[in-house]
Nanobody, 123 residues
């Protein structure tokens, strides 16, 4: 059973930066595909970014391309989401996700979810 714990959320002004972390335990982290999702108030959840276990492939939703960067440190069992040039529309609860199938993960079909961390971007 993989346990995922997010941290790093908070309140930031528009144009600012945050780095989210996702600490994993209870499984072979390096073999899992990792992703970040978010859910804004009153909206459906959406895929934000994903990274293959080999770190060779990354994907981003169009709205964050060029501003967000996903990374992972397999030695530390931790995934990250660096968020720069934040906008008010980035305000959401951000969730870390892990699965052995990357294509399912990207569709939101995920075996393991964290409990989320709140990001609020003020204008």
């Amino acid at each position: 059973q993989v346990r995922l714990v997010e941290s790093g959320g908070g309140l930031v002004q528009a144009g600012g930066s945050l780095r989210l972390s996702c600490a994993a335990s209870g499984g072979a982290f390096s073999s899992y595909e990792m992703g970040w999702f978010r859910q804004a108030p009153g909206k459906a959840g959406e895929f934000v970014a994903g990274m293959r276990w080999s770190s060779a492939i990354t994907d981003y939703v169009d709205s964050v391309k060029g501003r967000f960067t996903i990374s992972r440190d397999n030695a530390k069992n931790t995934a990250y989401l660096q968020m720069d040039s934040l906008k008010p529309e980035d305000t959401a609860v951000y969730y870390c996700a892990a699965d052995t199938n990357y294509y399912q993960l990207a569709k939101g079909i995920v075996a393991y979810w964290g409990k989320g961390t709140v990001v609020t971007v003020s204008s």
